[in-house]
């Protein structure tokens, strides 16, 4: 995603004669292209992929359905693709199939980009049989400003399917309604981590601090718990909004208050909640950065930091993932360091089996690790 200090970058390209040039609006942050055709109906899905895969972008100024099947068809090529055998290969490693699969997701999701389309001052598509895409692209790019832009398709594709999340929203039994997600921040679509904090006895209902809050979800479990007061934090914008629409719709602004700061906000509480990005990896995109938490920045500050905002007997609840440990990213032996150093000690664990489709599937080439997986609940005192 762009810097909000930046100027926006253009994409310039040839056109009937003359050069043109439109905004470029990219939230996986991928410059735009220096090389641009134009994209008619006649093109062909073999064409289209030679020039992607050549790093050659296509304006499309078909209709806009047409679009949507040649972009399918460019990702049957990906995925049909046959990989070249190694001679003697072995099994690789999980963190080298881990690596792998996220090289041949950016390398998938990079060619897909190459395929764009123009929007005009107000988000409109201006292509036959264009859906209206105003309200999602406004979700995620802020107010229109008359300025004509190029977007890929596969990014109107995902602001529109996150603006259908938004709307609908996601049933969480623990909050006794639905959670609204926002382009960009992380769906509590994995139950198991909110039942966690949904179960756990309670070491007191006066304050909590719920670090990393994003959607506002383990807040609400904690208030409709009964938890008096509830200090929910985030440094990102739209995780800030988001936070702050689910507690309103929920009905409950007089128990959490949404506060943007880096971690911990002021004084000390007998309960902090943290669930932090669970792979210690660089994201790629903006909704990564819930999954992926370069170097452990985030869970090593949460754990360097909890013993200094706990009251006296207060715990920290800190969610996590194993997954790390089965991809060889992180060790248990390296995580009981960390809350050692801090002068924290384990004072509980409780954990749970996910059951996302993904741990079932044998065809997945990170399977071995997600159907060893298990998330843990675990509860830190002051050493």
Known sequence: MQSKNSAPQQLTWDEDGESRSARWRSESGNPP???????????????????????TAILWRGDFQNARQLLQAMARRIDNKPRKAKKHATEPSPIDAFNLHRLAQSQRARTLAMLMLPLDGQYTIPLRRAPDVREACEEAYGPPTDEQSVVSLREVLGLVGAHEWRKKGVEIGAVGGRIHPYYGVFSPVRGEYVDLVANQPLPSKDLAFDIGTGTGVLSAVLARRGVGRIVATD??????????????RLGLGRQVEIVETDMFPD???????????WLPARPSATIEHAIYDPESRMLRGFLDGLAAHLTPGGEGWLILSDFAEHLGLRTRAQLQEWIDKAGLK??????????????SDKSDPLHGARSAEVTSLWRLVAA
Do not use: S, W
Not at 267 to 277: D, F, S
Not at 346 to 359: C, F, N, S, T, Y
């Open 235 to 248: 440094v990102d914008a739209r995780a800030l909004d988001c936070a702050r629409e689910n507690i309103g």
């Open 267 to 277: 004084g000390r509480a007998p309960l902090i909640v943290c669930n932090p990005p």
């Open 33 to 55: 292209a220096k090389r641009v055709v134009i994209g008619h109906d006649q093109m062909t899905a073999d064409h289209a992929y030679r020039l992607a895969c050549e790093g």
């Open 346 to 359: 384990v004072d509980g664990r409780i954990d749970v089996k996910p059951h996302h489709p993904r741990a």
